[in-house]
């Protein structure tokens, strides 16, 4: 017989709106786990959520073929601003097959190794602002992680240069993305009704989505105008064709795919870029190892695409950076069947309806102690090394989401986090400046650490 899936009680009509605070859901969605156990249940906009934590129910939601992405929560809302793009379209979209398959090919390790010039351009730029600011000046790593992320997205996404290391000011486009986002997560948790009532909220909101538009088409206008060889995304936009349809991207679904891009490609990065300085400073022994291997395969040479793969430490770091602290801190699966009565058990005893949607606790599952011992919270690449990598058990580390729908920029991402930190790591030494420094973080679309500082030194061989 099936058993009741427990969870905090529900209020009439607002649900369980005071367990979670939509600024920090993931937080209180791993604290819940603690309380009621690896899977419950919670009332949200409405509609019934099934929670997971453990290894075992996130193998079993992300094995079988009947649980799959369908839009729901922040997902859902993204809808208003880009429908058509791969993030928010719905599974059975034709318009997702086609940006899928067409765009497939360009994300992959092989072509992603094209864009290896443009992510040393913005990585230079940073490099050169923080050895200019000299050894006594208070970086904040988290601003400039964003910059670099976001120049590189709109660089090799959309063949604009954002220039955000020579100017404070914020382009209208960063913001206009920056006011979409808030608002787009802050309507996952409110009841729609009241976001109907809101209108000088949601005026802005069009405003925003408008103006990142308009901004998507003057770079589709501009390339058509300016032909180019480059065989960056916008190409592969532009001029791809679907392998199974022969159809080509039409410019709505162009300029959504850009707009996904920034938002998707951006802030996640950035926060892998964070959180792994923050934990290299907090753990001198990995930090040294880091360098010592940078050392040994780059030395003091130009770092070229090549370098990469042999920075098997600097993987790890990312893969266990990755582990403790996923930027993605959640990702949905429902439970997807024709027939709206059908039933269906988890862990062969918690009932699941027909739409019923489950989500995946990231951070949670990383540290499902029957999977990684007892020392889950301590910061060890050592695990992540590639004999240990390979034998992490089936859907226990997802820090890319799952199946069909996982990441689409994970080649893209780890490339431009490998270089980054290696052209850091390979010219200057770092310290933090406030040396009892505690990660603690903040979410947005994807989670960062909250604001740090550092000092940073050009190292004895860089004059
Ligand atoms: C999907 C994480 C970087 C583009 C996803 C998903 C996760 C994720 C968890 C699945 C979301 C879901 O199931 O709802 C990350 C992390 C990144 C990163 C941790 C960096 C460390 C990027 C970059 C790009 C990108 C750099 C683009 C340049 C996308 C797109 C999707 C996606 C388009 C939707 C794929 C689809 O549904 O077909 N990402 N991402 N991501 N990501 Fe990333």
Redesign the pocket.
Known sequence: MALPIPGPWPLPILGNIWNVDAENSVRDLSNLADVYGPIYKLRIGGEDRIIVTSQELVNEVCSRKEFA?Y?VG??MQLREVAPE?????YPDQGS?GI??RT?MPT?GSTSIKNMFPEMMDTSSQLLLKWARFGPDHPINVVDDFTRL?LD??TL??MDTRLNSFYTDEVRPEVKAMVGLLYETQQRTYRPWWITALMRGRNRKFDDDNNLIHEFAAKVIANRRANPSNRKD?VDAMLNGRDPKTGKQLTDDMIID?MI???????E??A???SFMMALLLTHREAYSKLQAEIDSVVGTNAITVEHLKDLKYLKACLWET?RIH???G????TYLDENPNARTTLGKQWEVKSGQTIIIV?PKLHRDPEIWGDDVEEFKPERMMEENFKKIPKNAF?????G???????S???Q??TLAIALLFQNLDFKLADPDYKITIKQNL?NKPHNYFIYAKPRPHVN
């Open positions: 992405k839009p922040f997902v793009g791969l993030f928010a379209a997702w940006a899928h765009l994300f992320t590189t997205v090799c996404a995304l795919n996904t891009f920034l938002i998707a490609g951006h996640t990065t926060g892998l870029l990755l996923p930027p993605s959640l990702f949905p699966v990231v997802k820090p890319f989401g799952n069909s729908r996982a990441c689409i920029g994970r893209f991402a780890l431009e986090a994807a």
